[in-house]
């Protein structure tokens, strides 16, 4: 059974940092790429990046390069969201998932309040 759980979110002042880990259980971890997935209040769920099985390649979305890192470690079964410089606008839960064998799975989230 495929099995997410995001955890270090937090209250962190603007212009800090962050580092969101991502565990997976339930499958070949370093066969498939996972991605991470924000929702800020009263939002849809938005896309961050992603990151390949291999962890050769990343990608992220326009609003987060250059502030966002993904790595992962494939001995571990984790992956991480690295965030310097938070903003306000960078409030909300953060998802890690994965597609394995056509389904989609998602984590329980993680909240991250950016606040002074």
């Known amino acids: 059974q495929v099995q997410l759980a995001e955890s270090g979110g937090g209250l962190v002042q603007p212009g800090g940092s962050l580092r969101l880990s991502c565990a997976a259980s339930g499958y070949v971890f370093g066969n498939y790429a996972m991605s991470w997935f924000r929702q800020a209040p009263g939002k849809e769920r938005e896309y961050v990046g992603a990151?390949?099985?291999?962890?050769?390649?990343?990608n992220y979305d326009d609003s987060v390069k250059g502030r966002f890192t993904i790595s992962r470690d494939n001995v571990k079964n984790m992956m991480y969201l690295q965030i310097h410089t938070l903003k306000p606008e960078d409030t909300g839960v953060y998802y890690c998932t994965v597609r394995v064998e056509n389904t989609r799975y998602w984590g329980q989230g993680t909240q991250v309040t950016v606040s002074s």
């Open positions: 990151i390949s099985g291999d962890a050769g390649g990343t």
